[in-house]
């Protein structure tokens, strides 16, 4: 598209921005029952007798079985005729098939985020309504360029109390040009780790150390000068003779960061980083775990260990001193 | 022999290019038009141009350039690294040239697709083969590889030690965005924001909220340097390079200086600030203005402190005392800068310095400009210019 054809087209697909997703709100074909709970628990592995033990629930402050929150959106699904029949138009279809006939084809769901305010009891009946909420300005990410709409659904009883809500994100995109046969690849299926450190002449043996669980600190063989991170010659003598000793990783706090955009594939949020000065002298960058944000404040004593992070790091890590 | 260069060269020509998030056409081109537009500015010829500098960084070849424009023989060229730090040493190496005769007509230029093409907010993960990779690899395990990280790091401790630094950050994108919001050219042209919109913008790293941030753009600037005596008979008035240097302080890392016994201030641009205070002859009472390279909010109070604006943890007292305000002690930014006229690494700031100095900025304040600090991007190597009317 050029950019007078993307202005023309965001124009009319931001116009979906507000609209309901069908007219009215839309009561599930079921009301709420225990033999889909069971089910549902069933399949997901779920076992709070709340929901599915009768006695228990009997004799439990309820007095009764309840749903489980995140079944809410279960109730009110339009169920296997969709696949037959196709589902009757209204805002997203519409939407959808305007994003589809630009080229915007490709569908992914990426987030789905449910909060709950009141339960749902066996006998219940559960109404949904929704509605396009947003579509996000064009991005460009590893499945392709597109936009991300959401969509926002309320879900409440027969007295109209709010049970719950939820917003669905979906990205819409032009998806690249491939053989419909094409295997999937194996990398697509691999769990992201940490972006590693290269590791060359002057520091993979500062790495290898910590693979053994060991922070070391180089150390001037000729004037002892302590020196972090690695590099080859003494800035106080100019040596380049030099061996090591290992850290307590008893520290304090210098500064810190919490990291919030761009997010990264690997990383755990949230995401702590900090300069830590260690009690032999040096500094040493790492992560701060084991706290709340709110809690950490430069001066605070630390304490590292060794780490596995993930498949294929391992790292120090900073914990406050007193745990 | 010790020469000053004080005095010796001058900026004579400028442009920007069109600013977008979408150029539609090749850096080349965007190099090629700043630069054949500066040199019309300067009222020469391409064939007058005799030396080129720009930044390492820079995709496109100063020949290929050379030969798009029409430009002849080149006796000077020359390149910067280091980022947005190489910004006024652009203009450090053309004046040296001039000065020194090498050249008698440089063109400083930087363009860049940096919204289309490559991010520089995708941060520095990714297939990284080059001699930095061991350097930054002390960092991307834990996840801090990020410009936004990085000066993050250096604002928390600041944050440490000075007061009311976030109401000092918010003061520095408002003001700022308010001269956007005048500056036709800017990206954010007519779009205001207030302290609300500030406080409810979306946390990219702690403490730095989007619009602590500047923003990605595609777009190309140029400034033309000839000698002082040149510049005198060319279409506008000479600006005067009375100061120019460049610094890289002890124990530097590129962007994660996180080892020195303070982290909180910017020590390169300390010794830059006093280099060219020694070359001109001015100290900071004479600066009647100041384009600030400002990446992120917090890196203007560092630079303010840096030039002696203000003692060293006061800056956000004198920001918040209204100095860098069109009516203010001194007007800074005045084009928006990067966090909100566009972001190309520091070189639109030459241009608008020199349109101060011209009294052709679109901000022009009230009062009468004599000598203007413009900075380049700090955390790296960095220096600053002093540019001003002839004496």
């Given at each position: ?194 972006v590693?450190a ?31 991170p ?24 210098f500064s810190f960061v919490e990291m919030h955009h761009p997010?990264f594939?690997?990383y755990?949020?949230?995401l702590l980083v900090g300069v830590i ?6 500094r040493i960058i790492a992560n ?36 | ?81 280091h980022g947005g730090g ?34 520089y907010s995708s941060g520095v993960a990714?297939?990284l083969?080059?001699?930095d990779a061991?350097h930054w690899g002390w960092y991307t395990p834990y996840g801090l590889m990020t410009p936004a990280s990085w000066v993050a790091m250096y604002t928390q401790r600041y944050m ?44 990219i790293v702690s403490p730095f909220?989007?619009?602590d941030c500047c ?33 890289a302080a002890?124990d530097m890392e590129s962007m994660t200086s996180f080892y020195r016994?303070e982290i909180a201030r910017i020590p390169s641009m ?23 390279y400002d990446a992120f909010t917090p890196i203007?109070l560092w ?73 380049s991007g700090v955390g790296v190597p960095t ?9």
């Amino acid at each position: 598209m050029t950019p007078e054809q993307t202005k023309a087209f965001e124009e009319k697909v931001y116009a979906f921005v507000g609209k309901p997703i069908y007219t009215g709100p839309r009561r599930g074909y079921d009301d709420v029952n225990s033999a889909m709970i069971r089910q549902w628990c069933e399949v997901m592995g779920e076992k709070n007798p709340a929901y599915v033990d009768q006695d228990w629930a009997g004799k439990s402050t309820r007095g009764h079985l309840i749903a489980p929150p995140a079944m809410m959106y279960a109730w009110t699904q339009e169920g296997y005729k969709v696949a037959s029949e196709g589902r009757p138009t209204d805002g997203q279809v519409e939407m959808v098939k305007f994003f589809d006939s630009h080229g915007f084809s490709g569908s992914l769901g990426t987030n789905v985020d449910q909060e709950y305010f009141a339960e749902a009891k066996v006998g219940d009946a559960i109404f949904e309504e929704s509605v396009i909420e947003s579509i996000s300005e064009q991005k460009t990410t590893a499945r392709g360029i597109g936009y991300f709409f959401e969509t926002y659904a309320k879900f409440t009883n027969q007295d109209g109390v709010l049970l719950g809500t939820q917003r669905f994100r979906v990205f819409k995109f032009i998806p690249p040009e491939q053989e419909e046969s094409a295997p999937a690849s194996d990398d697509s299926l691999e769990i992201p780790t940490r972006v590693a450190a290269p590791r060359g002449q002057d520091n993979k043996w500062w790495w290898d150390a910590c693979d053994e669980g060991k922070i070391l600190i180089q150390r001037c063989a000729s004037c002892g000068a302590l020196r972090h991170p690695p590099r080859p010659m003494c800035g106080v003598c100019q040596s380049t003779e030099w061996d090591t000793i290992e850290s307590t990783l008893d520290g304090e706090l210098f500064s810190f960061v919490e990291m919030h955009h761009p997010k990264f594939p690997g990383y755990q949020y949230p995401l702590l980083v900090g300069v830590i000065s260690l009690a032999e002298g040096t500094r040493i960058i790492a992560n701060i775990v084991g706290c709340d944000v709110k809690d950490v404040e430069i001066g605070m004593k630390l304490k590292g260990k060794v780490e596995r992070v993930d498949e294929k790091t391992i790292l120090p890590q900073f914990y406050p001193a007193n745990n | 022999m010790t020469i000053n260069v004080s005095g010796e060269a001058a900026i004579a020509g400028v442009a920007n290019t069109e600013f977008s998030k979408n150029s539609g056409v090749s850096e080349l081109e965007l190099a090629s038009v700043a630069v054949r537009d500066a040199i019309a500015d300067a009222g020469l010829k391409p064939s007058d141009v005799d030396g080129m500098t720009t930044f390492t960084l820079d995709n496109t070849d100063e020949i290929e350039i050379a030969r798009a424009v029409g430009i002849g023989d080149l006796s000077f060229y020359s390149r910067v690294p280091h980022g947005g730090g190489a910004a006024t040493g652009l203009v450090h190496q053309a004046v040296m040239a001039v000065a020194t005769g090498m050249a008698e007509v440089v063109v400083c230029y930087r363009a860049l697709n940096g919204r289309s093409g490559h991010r520089y907010s995708s941060g520095v993960a990714g297939p990284l083969l080059t001699s930095d990779a061991i350097h930054w690899g002390w960092y991307t395990p834990y996840g801090l590889m990020t410009p936004a990280s990085w000066v993050a790091m250096y604002t928390q401790r600041y944050m440490h030690l000075a007061e009311n630094v976030q109401d000092a950050m918010f003061e520095i994108a408002h003001v700022q965005r308010e001269y956007a919001a005048k500056n036709p050219a800017a990206f954010f042209y007519e779009r205001p924001f207030d302290r609300s919109d500030y406080d409810a913008s979306r946390p990219i790293v702690s403490p730095f909220k989007m619009l602590d941030c500047c923003m990605e753009t595609d777009g190309g600037s140029a400034v033309v340097v000839t000698t002082a005596e040149r510049a005198k008979d060319l279409k506008h008035p000479a600006v005067i390079v009375k100061g120019v240097a460049q610094a890289a302080a002890a124990d530097m890392e590129s962007m994660t200086s996180f080892y020195r016994p303070e982290i909180a201030r910017i020590p390169s641009m300390d010794i830059a600030a006093k280099m060219a205070y020694e070359q001109s002859g001015l100290c900071a009472d004479d600066i009647d203005a100041a384009v600030i390279y400002d990446a992120f909010t917090p890196i203007v109070l560092w630079q303010l402190e840096s030039w002696g604006f203000c003692d060293l943890l006061e800056a956000p007292k004198f920001v918040l005392d209204g100095a860098m305000r069109s009516d203010g002690r001194l007007p800074t930014n005045t084009h928006g800068g990067q966090l909100s006229e566009a972001y190309i690494h520091g070189v639109n700031g030459i241009v608008e310095a020199t349109r101060l100095v011209r009294g052709q900025s679109v901000n022009q304040p009230a009062k009468k400009v004599n000598n203007v600090l413009v900075t380049s991007g700090v955390g790296v190597p960095t220096g600053g210019a002093l540019l001003g009317r002839p004496d």
